[in-house]
């Protein structure tokens, strides 16, 4: 808006210098009215920065702009002739006018633009001396565009303010579901873990697991409700790592998750990283894992994801369908995606159980596995059939993260 105010004035102010041109010989005092547009034409230069942003844009520039066309407003009969005003002739600085009352438009919005139109138009009325149609017409015209014109930027500017507030919730929403993962993988993980052990093994360790339970349930509800008002991040490989050993080391990996990842880590995350060891790692007697005979590069972020996605799948499978369930891991190298399914004996799933669960702040599926398939681009989609288990289809597109 602030470009088009500026060139406005430029292409305006050569407008009128070429209307006095073409009249010059007509005015009463040419001398004067040509004295009059020279310090138009050097006020026009000497305040296009003032023109050029809201900041530079002040209110005192705008009161001494406008000043200065409505005193070319009113100089007009004083250099040109009665009769030439009578007919119609346009006044000294012509339509550059309208570009001061524009710049109140884009800096203030309708409100001053309505008052600076009014200005102008008093002093039209009074340069012509009289009521006439043409005038009448034009005022009209300068008021009406002037208000429409600054309430379209207010609507514009509130737009924007909308707009930034919803990225910033999308932003915040992002991140709180990003921890949620993190804390999944981890903490409620552990905490779960402790409770279940405390219960099989009974006297004070069952008051400590009984303890776990209840601050599982109560860290569950945080980051499932709680907004997250700090934006700023830790260090993102070192949380996905975490996420994946705890994942490997739940369902049945031992140390050879750890192995797997440290290996990783010592390698570096500059290159392509080969998903089957992170895939391969959660073998075990209860875990059956195939994977191509060649290498599945994908960059090192989405190697850790789809890693500790599966990892929380399995460990679904550990913790609905118990110790005893044998999960099935197959990795497929496809030429547009990578695939991954990881699929039980158990039962299945009731409909409904995954909203409910949701509800309840368990986020297994919800965010350590579809969340951190959508921030890859990617998808994860569960297919159930009671009494014939469930399978967790993981599938990320190339443009995804996989490395080329």
């Not at 993962?181 to 360790?205: K, N, P, T």
Request: aromatic content about 4%.
């Amino acid at each position: 808006m602030w470009r088009a105010v500026t060139a406005y004035r430029l292409v305006t102010l050569l407008y009128a210098t070429g209307q006095y041109a073409v009249a010059y010989n007509k005015f009463k005092h040419p001398l004067g009215a040509a004295a009059y547009l020279a310090f138009l034409a050097l006020w026009t230069l000497l305040t296009l920065g003032h023109v050029g942003s809201a900041e530079r844009c002040t209110k005192r520039f705008l009161a001494a702009d406008l000043t200065v066309a409505l005193a070319g407003i009113l100089l007009t009969p004083v250099v040109d002739t009665h009769q030439r005003i009578i007919e119609g002739a346009t006044t000294l600085p012509s339509i550059w006018t309208a570009g001061s009352v524009l710049a109140f438009a884009v800096k203030g919005g309708w409100r001053p633009a309505a008052v600076a139109s009014t200005l102008v138009g008093i002093a039209d009325l009074i340069e012509r001396g009289a009521f006439s149609r043409e005038t009448i017409h034009n005022v009209v015209l300068v008021w009406i565009a002037s208000i429409a014109i600054g309430y379209v930027v207010e609507v514009a500017r509130a737009s924007e303010r909308v707009l930034a507030r919803a990225l910033q919730i999308e932003a915040a929403t992002r991140e709180r579901e990003r921890l949620a993962r993190d804390i999944h993988d981890s903490v409620l993980q552990v905490l779960a873990m402790v409770q279940r052990r405390g219960a099989e093994i009974g006297g004070e360790a069952e008051a400590l697991g009984r303890m776990a339970g209840e601050q599982e349930v109560a860290l569950r509800s945080l980051v499932s409700d709680s907004p997250v008002p700090d934006p700023r991040r830790p260090d993102e490989a070192a949380a996905v790592r975490r996420g994946r050993l705890l994942a490997g080391l739940r369902s049945g990996a031992g140390t050879s998750a750890l192995e797997a990842a440290e290996a990783e880590d010592s390698a570096g995350a500059s290159g392509p990283a080969d998903l089957r060891p992170l895939l391969t790692a959660y073998g075990s007697a209860q875990v059956t894992v195939s994977a191509p005979a060649t290498p599945v590069l994908v960059s090192p972020h989405a190697a850790g994801e789809i890693a500790a996605a599966v990892g929380a799948a399995l460990d679904n499978v550990t913790r609905h369908v118990g110790d005893a369930a044998h999960a099935w891991v197959l990795l497929e190298d496809d030429p547009d995606a990578i695939l991954v399914s990881v699929r039980d004996d158990g039962p299945g799933i009731p409909d409904g159980r995954l909203a409910d669960a949701e509800r309840e702040g368990r986020l297994g599926v919800a965010q350590s596995i579809r969340g951190r398939l959508r921030d890859l681009g990617g998808t994860a989609e569960l297919i159930s059939v009671p009494g014939q288990g469930a399978e967790v289809e993981l599938r990320v597109p190339r443009d995804g993260g996989a490395a080329r």
